[in-house]
């Protein structure tokens, strides 16, 4: 039975007050570590299970998701059915944000206020899974979830009626990751508030045709008011 696992990057260089979208910003001396020990723990239930996992690891495009992704090619590199490849998709960021990408909510408040084509956003706008900021390139949480859903999606189809049990990795960005697993029916819509995901933590799922997507390792994080956005 073919499976998957999502994963949230480690951590990284945040900026402060800053929606994390797309910036740029490489993995902490501290995240890179977690991710590693994360893998880890990883590899023992794969040895556990006999599992081998499919060589084409998928990663987001950011720096941050990237260099996640590098460090499980690296710890897991005699789990993997072949040599090991990470792709990039852009499929799989996180929500963009669009022309005011990398300024603090803040300054996108006062963007806002200052062109007279646009509405004041509503209170909690960041964290607003259907709200789309009204500049060019930007999209809202649902539809950076859907994207991620899809591509997910397109993988299933590839694999769902092979003899396949090799296990695929989707590296990507919390808040996304939360909204497609939404679409895709693992999580309920109040469960993306609710939940977050460790960083560098997988969460693994079987597949099977005509079935719901199982969780089969891995926990969610319980949100809580003090944790860094994603």
Not at 6 to 19: D, F, K, M, S, T
Not at 35 to 50: C, P, S
Not at 69 to 84: M, N
Not at 118 to 138: I, M, Q, R, T, V
Request: glycine share 6%; aromatic share 10%.
């Amino acid at each position: 039975m073919p499976c998957f696992a999502v994963i949230r990057h480690g951590a990284y260089e945040q900026l402060p007050n800053v929606p994390s979208a797309l910036q740029p910003f490489a993995l902490t001396v501290e995240g890179a570590q977690e991710v590693h020990q994360q893998a880890q723990v990883f590899a023992q239930w794969l040895e556990e299970n006999d599992i081998k996992l499919d060589p084409l690891v998928d990663s987001s495009t950011l720096l941050r998701a990237w260099q996640t992704a590098s460090i499980y090619v690296e710890t897991l590199r005699d789990y993997f059915d072949g040599t090991p490849q990470i792709e990039s998709y852009s499929a799989l960021c996180e929500r963009s944000v669009g022309a005011v990408a990398n300024l603090t909510i803040d300054e996108i408040e006062r963007v806002l206020a200052l062109d007279p084509r646009f509405s004041a956003p509503p209170k909690g706008w960041k964290s607003d899974s259907h709200y789309c900021l009204p500049f060019d390139g930007a999209e809202s949480l649902w539809q950076a979830g859907q994207r991620v859903a899809e591509h997910i999606q397109a993988w299933q189809r590839r694999v769902q009626h092979q003899d396949d049990q090799r296990l695929k990795l989707f590296i990507g960005h919390g808040a996304s990751i939360r909204h497609g697993m939404c679409q895709l029916e693992v999580l309920t819509f109040d469960d993306i508030k609710r939940l977050s995901m460790f960083y560098g933590h997988p969460v693994v799922f079987d597949i099977a045709p005509q079935s719901p997507i199982k969780r089969r390792f891995g926990e969610w994080k319980q949100r809580h008011t003090l944790d860094v956005p994603d």
